[in-house]
């Protein structure tokens, strides 16, 4: 499933990388929660949530079955 995500974070990460962004794959939770770190630009953006939400979330959601959410996490929440 670990590869499956990060396919689906590929296709979204040229989009981030563009605004001076980008995504990591921090866990896959056994109850189907991504977590992820935004960091650069996207870290600190106001329009993270946003991003996080309608862009991250929604693709990883419609390419990897069995996920059920997207969420962030701070780099001081290392599992």
């Known amino acids: 499933m670990r590869e499956k995500v990060e396919a689906a974070l590929a296709k ?27 960091t650069g630009r ?14 991250v979330e929604r693709i990883v959601l419609r390419e990897v079955r069995g996920i059920k959410a997207v969420e962030s996490v701070d780099a001081v929440e290392e599992t």
């Not at 962004?21 to 189907?32: A, F």
């Not at 996207?42 to 862009?55: D, E, F, I, R, V």
Request: hydrophobic share 35%; net charge neutral.
């Open 12 to 38: 979204v990460r040229p989009m981030l990388q563009a605004d001076g962004g980008d995504v990591e794959l921090v866990e896959i939770t056994d109850k189907g929660i991504v977590k992820v770190r935004l």
């Open 42 to 55: 996207c870290k600190t953006c106001p329009m993270s949530q946003q991003t996080l939400q309608g862009s």
